[in-house]
T-cell receptor, first 114, second 113 residues
Framework: GENVEQHPSTLSVQEGDSAVIKCTYS??????FPWYKQELGKRPQLIID?????GEKKDQRIAVTLNKTAKHFSLHITETQPEDSAVYFC?????????????FGTGTRLTIIP | NAGVTQTPKFQVLKTGQSMTLQCAQD?????MYWYRQDPGMGLRLIYY???????DKGEVPNGYNVSRLNKREFSLRLESAAPSQTSVYFC????????????FGPGTRLLVL
């Protein structure tokens, strides 16, 4: 089955700096890669996603890049703010006739230092 | 819209007891999911329902059963709770045409003693 590895497990950055979280996946058939943000004690929230026919996607201060050849994808957060502090999860899924199942990474705890 | 709701928020069980976790969504979504979240292990899919009347096993279904009562409600039952089922349980749903979780409920924290 699919295996998703996420690095680093913890990340601290100064407010205003950029943060990058990286994930690798094992199954070359995977074609959908969402990212979730989970604040302490709260529910996960889907913040951005990318499909394998696209190399990069941006939404304001966040962006995701995908390298299909190397089988890795990354989340980039620019101009970080205190409210970006959370655990971020990457995930991957492959086509399965409407029965796709996500495999999650183990999460990155991002701390923004004021 | 309330989105995805779950009850209870917190529950303590003794080993061997049973309970049902309730989930409902008011967004007219077809697909609903149950995940468990354990420290250092991310989210793991327990069961999935693509539509009313259908359910499918996920990554960790052992010890659980589900019921898709109608389009709104998807319940998770623990018949004989074990300490290994101590976890935070999240229900989720997704828009029509999407078969991965987009909207999560607030979670149920379960402690099995």
């Amino acid at each position: 089955g699919e295996n998703v590895e996420q690095h680093p497990s913890t990340l601290s950055v100064q407010e205003g700096d950029s943060a990058v979280i990286k994930c690798t996946y094992s199954d070359s058939a995977s074609n959908y890669f969402p990212w979730y943000k989970q604040e302490l004690g709260k529910r996960p929230q889907l913040i951005i996603d990318i499909r394998s026919n696209v190399g990069e996607k941006k939404d304001q201060r966040i962006a995701v890049t995908l390298n299909k050849t190397a089988k890795h994808f990354s989340l980039h957060i620019t101009e970080t703010q205190p409210e970006d502090s959370a655990v971020y999860f990457c995930a991957a899924s492959k086509p399965n006739f409407g029965n796709e199942k996500l495999t999650f990474g183990t999460g990155t705890r991002l701390t923004i230092i004021p | 819209n309330a989105g995805v709701t779950q009850t209870p928020k917190f529950q303590v069980l003794k080993t061997g007891q049973s309970m049902t976790l309730q989930c409902a969504q008011d967004m007219n979504h077809n697909s609903m999911y149950w995940y468990r979240q354990d420290p250092g292990m991310g989210l793991r899919l327990i069961y999935y329902s693509a539509s009313e009347g259908t359910t499918d096993k996920g990554e960790v279904p052992n010890g659980y059963n589900v019921s898709r009562l109608n389009k709104r409600e998807f319940s998770l039952r623990l018949e004989s709770a074990a300490p290994s089922q101590t976890s935070v349980y999240f229900c989720a749903s997704s828009d029509p045409g999407t078969s991965v979780p987009q909207y999560f409920g607030p979670g149920t924290r379960l402690l099995v003693l």
